[in-house]
């Protein structure tokens, strides 16, 4: 079973930055990418941004244009830079291997980590 430990959460103000690092024990098999999820207070675990092992990045409306995704392959690690973090940012951040979903869209494989926290003061 594949390990993820994310990291790089914390307490910033609103318009400040954040970097969530997530290292895999290893290549999740079958994956198409990774992705970060956002699970906020009292809400569903939401996908905010996918990296293919390519290289090719999507994001969610929310966070386009100031969420960037990106990866080391090497390293089996995930990396989010969050900019002009506003509290609706605010949550456990996790990450997880994607696939790609019959329709459109991403799946995430059952196994996951401890997540890391991010808290946005206004």
């Known amino acids: 079973q594949v390990q993820l430990v994310e990291s790089g959460g914390g307490l910033v103000q609103a318009g400040g930055s954040l970097r969530l690092s997530c290292v895999a024990s290893?290549?999740?098999?079958?994956?198409?990418?990774m992705g970060w999820y956002r699970q906020a207070p009292g809400k569903q675990r939401e996908l905010v941004a996918t990296?293919?092992?390519?290289?090719?990045?999507t994001y969610a409306d929310s966070v386009k244009g100031r969420f960037t995704i990106s990866g080391d392959n090497a390293k089996n690690t995930v990396y989010l830079q969050m900019n002009s973090l506003t509290p609706e940012g605010a949550g456990v951040y996790y990450c997880n291997g994607v696939k790609r979903a019959v329709g459109g869209g991403w799946t995430s494989f059952s196994s996951w980590g401890q997540g890391t926290r991010v808290t946005v003061s206004s």
């Open positions: 990296i293919t092992s390519g290289g090719i990045a």
């Open positions: 290893r290549s999740i098999r079958s994956a198409d990418g």
